[in-house]
């Protein structure tokens, strides 16, 4: 029941039957069906909405693995899985709209049609499906589909092995992992190798928006449309790991400092554009026009996911917490059923939300819904994220009530944790094992004073590369106290970044505040809202608020009329409490105005 | 030889002959030869590479009406006047795309195909024709295709008489001016009345983008795509100048105060967003992907030009000359022969200039080519803006080197003005006429001390609603020198522009000024760099900058690799001695980075 288990269920309860529903009302089971010749009349939705279902049946599968006596799940996963059987070709093909409207230009125009896109998701829900052990006529048809793939384009004479839209890198990479197969592996590979030489055709937005501009492995910004750049990169990690390919898991790290060093937002958001919905220049990170693609937080953690296990570093784990806690999380409402796409640090008094882009409260649903199912499939694997183990032992990333299990080199080990994390900052964590092991807990990096008892006693916690790891016996069981203390911290962007100048922002542990109109005076205006960035901090709560922050500041006179003047204006500000609410619980009471970045008194 | 007069001679040197150049280049005339059996093969360039025709030969209209003799010109004139004639219709009907390419769907797609605002440029070509007394076959062919609009939306039961793209409906009221034929006017009348409704198809970029979305007497605020929504305006300023009504004048008003209140950049563009070329928020004007598109600029001067015409108020020559000394001369280079599309207000370090939308330098041209000829059409114009007459007399409202004649009421008057204006703000005005007169000539809204001589005697100055006015007999002629002090201005932003918060802009004049990173030390990282808003400014001259600017500021160091922080730091700066350069001048030297507003040392 902690806060991961809340969202775990919440998804499953909301998100994912939600998802299930507009399936059918959406019109992407319809088009699979106009293929099979259950339905007639025309292909509806976007071109690569069989995405949908299988980001979908993936969100099922990983639900299933740990409820497999849903039956409903279970009828849905079956039903689903036999109508893509029957949707596919003799072949191994399947895409309902290549296959119903275009099955002339099948592989023709790969910078648009997102067959491998599409085909990746597939191969993902049948990899989940096979780590759950259900559905194995989803794994045949995924692999039947990936076996075309490797015979048509997998050979050295074989047609160029792109998609316009990343994704089946890393897809191909986990099914090699499950099935052990090696042209899988391969075929991936070949993908990276042939991006960057301009080949796919760039006309309507240019190469770079489909990381297309440079050779991947000579790349060192990241660039275009953002959830292209950041599933191309987790295929990169992916690949390089499993073929030991230093020069490629270079360039990916590279790519890591330039994206997470000037191109991403404090709530761990990415894509500073909704033009192209594409990451800015360096520093350009306006909070109004934030484009903060959902996908794109879901992208992020999954490529922190596979920094995390290829280095143990704890700088990715730390930004897989920021997106998680944050753009992610905010993404959605609390009933588990309306969803943002874009997800903007600031809306404006005023602000035009009659956009799906950039609408002024979360919506059931999208006209491009990319979105929602891929909440669904990371929310319902999200515990898989929370720790892994190495040869030496457990190392624990994320924290949430719940237990793991493992086994290292034959000594087991099983850890209960129990927290409030995030509202605060205590974790207890019980420990049995069998025997010696090293168990590592990760200290945040907004935690300068961790504090830690074993049995009572405190115990060093100088943290090394961002962990603390205690290696022990739990023969006998142990209770081991995490203390991470969460003082509300007032943070401050980077000089260069224009957008935020004379701001801060409030945090506390891991969540970025926001200052809502629903806290403040119906007639005071958010942009006229000042923050005494030295004013003390109180904690307080509201409802479905366990933690609200309040603290002093000023309002300003309306500021006129005239847009510029000349002169440094002396403002006669008026004293002002404000009231600051976790980022991601914002727009749950009223569409009104919000912001994070709160202008100071003295800015 | 003034501002304006080196201006216009660049523009018949340089950008005019270019863009004739581009319509053999780009396909704008080989289009016409599909129609009429001239040329084979493909359309090519944009569906609406019609207008870049009808533009150019406005330009080529304007300019012959001072340089008649100019038989280069001429024979432009002719011999496109007489392709024109030979594609269209025998109905009238004249549109190369929809007879080449879609015959099927003319008028059928109104939302899309820009039919009515090529007609409308066609029609704009033929106006400036008229007046300049050339082409009379030109006037024909608009007359023609005019009347089959007029026969085909004109009626009761016509069908809907929109088009996505305004602009036609100032062209049918000036066809109206230039003929006294009701129709054309009672059409544009019934154009404005159907919009707003709703009935565009919408789909893509919804009804707002369009200016569909609210009947247009009922917007209370502008909206959407900037240079649609600005052409509309001017419409709706003609119709209700030209029908008396108040309404439809009041609504235009209203939009004014909404533009210019929190829409508009200090340059005079405006459009906040690339993402539709669209208007944004309230107080949403970041500068870096400040659009601003030229044709946005050049449509403001028209708009404001007519809400000049029809009040008198010197707020809307104020308009005209922001926009016109900055945005729009900002658009061209040096040579004339090359044009920025967008115009921002700050060019980062590290910016990617691959897209035609945000490049680092002017292009010689675009696959979108609206602004070049637009730009070349206003600039041969650009002296007709100048001043303008009424019942009472005669009112300068720009200030460049040259001579007005005109008569009212029967009394002659010549202005001939010696100035080094912008650079300088003292004019002299060599005034002659055969008897009394009003003279008014405008205070600019940035010049708080004016003063006046009138034959060597000082005369009171306070203006009269942003006029002085000087009522005389001026058949013995007067010498009036009028001095508008330049001191160099600070400027600031309404505190609601979250995008410049503690920021300033140098302005002198009219005249916007910027940092340009050719100015600085080349390893000065331009977002380093901070002014000191409180330092003395002094003048200097650089190689083609007659006045620049120098103050003191201070470098940052370069804030080290966190974009985020705790805490609000403290910035061990350098001094630094800084250059700002007019707005309209940058990059001319080199693509480098560029930023208007500038951060302070205090901020």
């Known amino acids: 029941d902690g806060f991961f288990g809340r969202w775990q269920h919440r998804n499953a309860t909301g998100t994912l039957p939600h998802c299930v529903d507009q399936l059918g009302t959406s019109g992407a089971l319809h088009n699979l069906r106009l293929v099979t010749g259950e339905a007639t009349g025309e292909f509806r939705n976007m071109w690569f909405a069989d995405s949908d279902v299988h980001k979908t049946l993936e969100a099922a599968a990983w639900l299933l693995a740990s409820q497999p006596d849903d039956e409903r799940l279970l009828a849905f996963v079956d039903s689903t899985a036999a109508l893509l059987s029957k949707a596919q070709g003799d072949d191994g093909y399947l895409n309902s709209y290549y296959t119903a409207v275009k099955p002339e230009l099948r592989w023709q125009e790969p910078h648009y049609s997102h067959e491998m896109y599409c085909a990746g998701h597939l191969i993902q829900a049948a990899v989940a499906a096979a780590r759950a052990g259900v559905a194995a006529e989803l794994v045949a048809v995924a692999r039947r589909f990936a076996d075309l793939m490797v015979d048509h384009f997998g050979k050295a004479d074989s047609p160029m092995a792109l998609d316009g839209h990343p994704g089946i890198e890393t897809a191909l990479v986990e099914l090699y992992r499950v099935t052990g197969h090696r042209p899988y592996l391969d075929l991936a590979r070949r993908m990276l190798d042939q991006r960057g030489h301009g080949l796919l055709n760039g006309e309507r937005f240019g190469s770079s928006y489909l990381q297309d501009h440079v050779p991947v492995r000579q790349a060192d910004e990241v660039a275009g449309h953002v959830v292209r750049q950041l599933y191309l990169l987790a295929g990169m990690v992916d690949v390089a790991v499993e073929t030991g390919d230093d020069e490629l898991f270079e360039a990916a790290r590279r790519l890591w400092e330039d994206a997470f060093g000037s191109k991403t937002y404090i709530t761990g958001a990415q894509g500073s554009r909704h033009r192209d919905e594409a990451f800015g220049d360096p520093y350009e990170l306006p909070a109004d026009r934030a484009y903060g693609e959902t996908c794109a937080a879901i992208a992020s953690v999954q490529w922190n996911w596979r920094m995390l296990l290829a280095t143990g570093g704890s700088r990715y784990a730390d930004e897989m917490e920021r997106a998680l806690y944050n753009a992610v999380a905010g993404s959605t409402s609390l009933d588990g059923t309306h969803f943002f796409y874009s997800n903007p640090l600031h809306l404006r008094t005023g602000h035009d939300g009659s956009?799906?882009?950039?609408?002024?409260?979360?919506?059931?649903?999208?006209?491009?819904?990319?979105?929602?199912?891929?909440?669904?499939?990371?929310?319902?694997?999200?515990?898989?994220?929370?720790?892994?183990?190495?040869?030496?032992?457990?190392?624990?990333?994320?924290?949430?009530?719940?237990?793991?299990?493992?086994?290292?080199?034959?000594v087991r080990i099983e850890v209960v944790t129990r927290t409030d994390y995030p509202w605060d900052g205590r974790v207890e964590l019980t420990v049995t094992g069998s025997g010696p092991l090293d168990l590592s807990l990760r200290v945040p990096d907004w935690c300068s004073e961790p504090s830690l008892l074993v049995d009572g006693v405190p115990l060093d916690v100088t943290p090394d590369d961002g962990y603390l790891r205690l290696r022990r016996d739990w023969s006998a069981g142990v209770t081991v106290v995490l203390d991470l203390a969460m003082p509300v911290r007032v943070v401050t962007a980077h000089p260069r970044v224009d957008a935020v100048r004379g701001c801060v922002a409030l945090a506390r542990g891991p969540l970025v505040y926001c200052v809502e109109q629903a806290d403040l005076p119906a007639d005071v205006v958010l942009e006229d809202v000042r923050i005494d960035p030295a004013a003390a901090v109180v904690h307080t709560a509201l409802p479905a608020v366990p933690v609200a922050l309040t603290t002093e500041g000023a309002l300003l006179p309306p500021g006129g009329d005239a847009l510029y003047r000349t002169g440094v204006p002396e403002n006669a500000a008026t004293p002002l409490t404000l009231t600051a609410v976790p980022y991601f619980l914002w727009g749950n009471r009223s569409p009104g105005p919000m912001r994070v970045w709160i202008p100071t008194t003295t800015g």
Do not use: K, M
Not at 376 to 403: F, I, K, N, P
């Open 355 to 410: 956009h799906e882009d950039a609408p002024s409260q979360r919506l059931p649903w999208y006209s491009c819904a990319c979105c929602p199912p891929n909440l669904a499939r990371l929310v319902a694997s999200l515990h898989g994220y929370t720790a892994t183990t190495d040869d030496t032992g457990l190392q624990v990333h994320l924290y949430s009530a719940g237990a793991v299990r493992a086994e290292v080199d034959g």
